[in-house]
């Protein structure tokens, strides 16, 4: 079975460029979560979606967004890049939003802000 | 969420079980024990969770203190390819941080051969 599959795999912008991140959950999962992991850290939560609303959202400025899909693939959108928004970013897909299910992470999109 | 404390790092012998402490002694009654993994340039791997009783499944062993302020992740019989960062995670199953990971720093483990 396919795992949670993210796209790119990198990618390269410039200060004040926009971003668009792609994230397919496993096949049967409902919600999908996102999070960004600077070098050296683990993880931070950025957002989670369930059934296409916000379920949580970490303490990540507006610039950052996301939305999921009826086919529960999900996308994060970030504006007006900073070289601190340098990142592997993983999204990770459960099947529900309840933290009794385990989430299951890609292997994420390593961005890099020149 | 509870904040969890883990060693930074950790060496084990291959073929010698790994016993991964962890402790979590502010977590909650609604509150889960995770265990992930993470190998360098990869997403992290879901290991094993649970509630109160100890649990085991194909990969580890999850063995909880019965005041549940602790535990430790078991790997059997450890392999090279068992050197990542593990990490502990409390996450709640209710209120208003359903199903956020808060991952700490980890430990690292490192299996020589």
């Known amino acids: 079975d396919a795992g949670v599959t993210q796209s790119p795999t990198h990618l390269i912008k410039t200060r004040g460029q926009h971003v668009t991140l792609r994230c397919s959950p496993i096949s049967g999962h409902k919600s999908v979560s996102w999070y960004q992991q600077v070098l050296g850290q683990g993880p931070q939560f950025i957002f989670q979606y369930y059934e296409k609303e916000e379920r949580g959202r970490g303490n990540f400025p507006d610039r950052f967004s996301a939305r999921q899909f009826p086919n529960y693939s999900s996308e994060l959108n970030v504006n007006a890049l900073l070289l601190g928004d340098s990142a592997l970013y993983l999204c990770?897909?459960?099947?529900?939003?309840?933290?009794?299910?385990?989430?299951?992470f890609g292997d994420g999109t390593r961005l890099s802000i020149l | 969420d509870a904040k969890t404390t883990q060693p930074p790092s950790m060496d084990c012998a291959e073929g010698r079980a790994a016993n991964l402490p962890c402790n979590h002694s502010?977590?909650?009654?609604?509150?889960?024990v995770y265990w992930y993994r993470q190998i360098h340039s990869q997403g992290p791997q879901y290991i094993i969770h649970?509630?109160?009783n100890n649990e085991t499944n194909e990969m580890a062993s999850l063995i909880i203190t019965e005041d549940r302020k602790s535990s430790t992740l078991i790997l059997p019989h450890a392999t090279l390819r068992d050197t990542a960062v593990y990490y502990c995670i409390a996450a709640n199953a209710g209120g208003t941080s359903y199903g956020k990971l808060t991952f700490g720093q980890g430990t690292i483990l490192t299996v020589h051969p």
């Open positions: 502010t977590i909650s009654g609604n509150e889960y």
């Open positions: 649970g509630l109160k």
């Open positions: 990770a897909s459960s099947l529900l939003w309840t933290g009794d299910q385990p989430q299951h």
